[in-house]
């Protein structure tokens, strides 16, 4: 008889426990977290490119920018500058760096606004080997 009282005693006391409120901090955290994560997925950028002989095959993908006239959004375009100096601007999302000379170069992609030239601040820069 006792085990059976000692058994009801501990389901009663489990059972209390289910609705326990949540620490404020804890939940705050996770707010946090989740508006830093969405700011950065707003301004990254997302570049990918193959290098084939002397050209290289560029495609960019920036969240909130279009490169085409009949899309809404921010109109931009994208200076192309190879080994620190200007090399093109491109004005759709993928392109062709063209006559790039053997050996490893530093590219660096810059979104600028269409119309005011003003950087967006928002690049992305990677290497190159030309073989």
Known sequence: MK???????????AGCREDMPEP????MEHEAEAAMLNAQKKTDITVKHIVQGSQVYVECIVP???????????????????DGKRHDEYHTAAF??????KGIHHVKLDIVEKKSRQSLGLQKQFYITIP
């Open 3 to 13: 085990k059976w009282i000692l058994l009801l005693v501990i389901i009663c006391l």
């Open 24 to 27: 404020e901090s804890f939940g």
């Open 64 to 82: 909130g920018v279009t490169f085409s006239t009949g899309k809404k959004g921010k109109k931009g375009k994208i200076v192309v500058s190879v």
């Open 96 to 101: 062709v760096i063209k006559g790039l000379t």
